[in-house]
């Protein structure tokens, strides 16, 4: 499973690509919004911070399919090649999502809250499909077995498109869509954070430090002792 920042805060990304394996960004016009910064001169210094390898997903804005597709083309155009434009799973997204592909860009489905979404996007040629895991948790559905139920229809369909989960709340839910291994999980910075955090890790180090500077003197190391 790729692991992605859900996030445009350039300083928890910059962080968090230098501390963790991240496979790209995605950001969706709220997330953009809460910079305050003009989008394109934010998603080009993401684009600059993860380097021209990592995927990077920004979303159309455009209400009809037309504008969805202008929207699509400036995003591939300009951020440079392993960029996916997002488009909602929606009927004028889908129609959008085929004129994408058979021009060449790389198309990302959002906004999916059922599998049938993700079965028409996947078969449009979209390259991932993001259903929302808390957000259908709150609507009290079961947000995982959804996504799990999107990765099964991919692969007993031959449809070559992905999951890349999306809108997390908790390490629960990263680590159960890990366990069946769907493609991708976009997870904000916060929750990447807490991935990692159980005071239990954090003695088991502390001891391990206390007891070595026990033996070398404080301050040592391997490397200085
Ligand atoms: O769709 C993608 C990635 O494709 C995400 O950026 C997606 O928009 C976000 O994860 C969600 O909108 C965030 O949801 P929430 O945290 O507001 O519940």
């Known amino acids: 499973m790729k692991l992605l920042i859900d996030d445009a805060d350039v ?12 496979d790209g960004v995605t950001t969706n016009p709220t997330i953009l919004a809460r910079s305050g910064r003009s989008p394109f001169d934010v998603l080009g210094e ?7 390898e990592a995927e990077l997903h920004a ?7 037309a504008g969805m597709i202008e929207d699509g083309r400036r995003i591939a155009g300009e951020l440079g090649p392993n960029t996916f434009a997002k488009v909602p799973s929606v009927p004028e997204g889908f129609k959008a999502m085929k ?3 058979s021009e060449g860009v790389k198309v ?5 809250y059922t599998p049938l979404q993700a079965y028409l996007a996947g078969k449009a040629g979209a390259s991932y499909a993001a259903p929302y ?25 031959g449809i070559a498109c992905n999951v890349l989960a999306a809108s997390f709340k908790n390490s629960q839910q990263v ?4 366990q069946y291994g769907v493609g991708a999980a976009t997870v904000a910075s916060s929750v990447i954070d807490g991935l ?4 239990a890790i954090d003695a088991a180090v502390d001891a391990f430090i206390s007891d070595f500077e026990g033996l070398v003197g404080a301050g040592k190391t391997m490397a200085s002792c």
């Open 11 to 22: 300083n928890a990304i910059r962080r968090l690509i230098d501390y963790y394996p991240i």
């Open 175 to 178: 680590l159960e869509l890990a």
């Open 99 to 101: 004129a994408l592909v």
């Open 46 to 52: 993401i684009r600059s911070i993860i380097g021209p």
């Open 133 to 157: 895991i808390n957000r259908i948790d709150n609507m009290g559905y079961d947000g995982v077995a959804v996504a799990c139920a999107i990765h099964d229809i991919f692969r007993a369909n």
């Open 108 to 112: 990302t489905a959002t906004a999916v």
């Open 59 to 65: 979303q159309v804005t455009a209400r009809d399919a």
């Open 196 to 199: 990692v955090k159980n005071p």
